[in-house]
């Protein structure tokens, strides 16, 4: 008895870390017109794939991460916990679950792999084009239930919509508005690129430790993140501000490459979904906070944009004890009702 319990729990615990491999297309060509021989994507799934007599494939999501992120941030307790375990709205046992690193980031090729600054100039459509790849070549998937994605990933949920809108059933972008990045969004972001490429050790990207500038690039992106109320109630003092920052910006210089954060800030400069919205046919329930410090609500931006999705929801989530400004898209706590929601409306497959 005892050794079917420690199976079951183990099993359960392979199950919640999911299945991870890297997937390789040949002669990848980007939409700046560069190339690689090889672009590899790397990923963790959890689920199994389920198909219909046609032989289409119904149960499977795709979840895109945040700019500097991975897809095993979604692994975590605050969104796993929330969304993936037994009986909970994307149940593994019920749902084929992809989550993939985008091209610059985790597993998946980048600049810091060896090419430096000789790395492709990718954009978003060009790390859409690579998901959808891994999907029906490398997965043997050809049909979407949902695309989510939280910030970048959220943005890249838009792209999914007009550029393969019969591939997908639903669409939940989470913390993004559907146009051009611009004012102080744009702004932090030119700054975020200069502070590395402005930076005299940068040396064209051929740096042998990270320039200096890679530090002030690395606060911008936390205040990009932040929300007054969270930042208050972890550092109330003078002191305990000093030290949350310096501490926050250290911890970030040892894990992260100046090359590969300009690149994924680069990324977002094509980005404009905004004259491509009557092609998303599919059902969106987009979801932004009141506290976004990169996406305002007083713009009123995406009310008017997402009016011109053919059917689409637009919440705005209040600020509360329970947001975390531009984070809140990684709190499932805070606005899985919506989601539960959005999935009774799909059709039945």
């Known amino acids: 008895m005892r050794s079917i319990v420690l199976l079951f729990a183990f099993t359960t615990a392979v199950a919640a870390q999911g299945v991870q491999g ?13 190339s690689l021989p090889e672009l590899r994507i790397h990923y963790t799934t959890l689920g199994t794939p389920r198909k219909d007599a046609q032989g289409t494939v119904r149960n499977a999501m795709i979840i895109g991460h945040g700019t500097g992120g991975t897809g095993r941030a979604f692994l975590s307790r605050n969104w796993s916990g929330e969304l993936f375990g037994p009986g909970k709205l994307l149940d593994t046992a019920r749902y084929y679950i992809v989550l993939p690193d985008g091209i610059g980031h985790g597993g998946s090729s980048k600049p810091s792999n060896g090419l430096h600054a000789k790395f492709p100039h990718y954009d978003y459509d060009d790390m859409v084009k690579a998901e959808y790849l891994l999907l029906t070549e490398g997965l043997k998937v050809n049909h979407l239930r949902l695309v989510m994605g939280t910030s970048m990933g959220c943005m890249h949920a838009w ?3 007009y550029t393969y809108p019969r591939f997908v059933d639903g669409l939940v972008p989470l913390a993004c508005v559907p146009t051009q990045i611009a004012g102080r969004n744009r702004m932090i972001r030119t700054m975020i690129m200069d502070d590395i490429t402005d930076s005299p050790d940068y040396n064209g990207g051929e740096y042998t ?7 002030a690039a690395i606060g911008q992106l936390y205040i990009m993140s932040s929300a007054p109320l969270v930042q208050h109630k972890s550092a109330p003092t003078r002191d305990q501000a000093d030290t949350v920052i310096r501490s926050y910006i250290n911890a970030a210089m040892k894990t992260t490459d100046a090359n590969d ?9 094509n980005y404009d979904p905004s004259s491509h919205l009557a092609q998303i046919t599919a059902p ?8 976004d410090f990169v996406n305002p609500p007083e713009l009123g931006i995406a009310e008017k944009l997402i009016a ?3 059917n689409a929801k637009f919440v705005m989530i209040p600020i509360s004890d329970q947001t975390r400004g531009h984070g809140t898209h990684s709190l499932p706590a805070v606005w899985g009702g919506y989601l539960k929601d959005f999935l009774a409306t799909l059709p039945e497959r």
């Open 22 to 34: 890297d997937f390789t297309t040949k002669n990848f060509k980007f939409v700046s017109g560069e």
């Open 159 to 161: 792209v999914w919509g």
């Open 209 to 215: 430790a990270q320039p200096h500038g890679l530090r």
């Open 261 to 269: 954060m300009l690149y994924y800030f680069n990324a977002s400069r």
């Open 284 to 291: 969106a329930l987009a979801i932004n906070s009141a506290d």
């Open 308 to 310: 011109q999705v053919k």
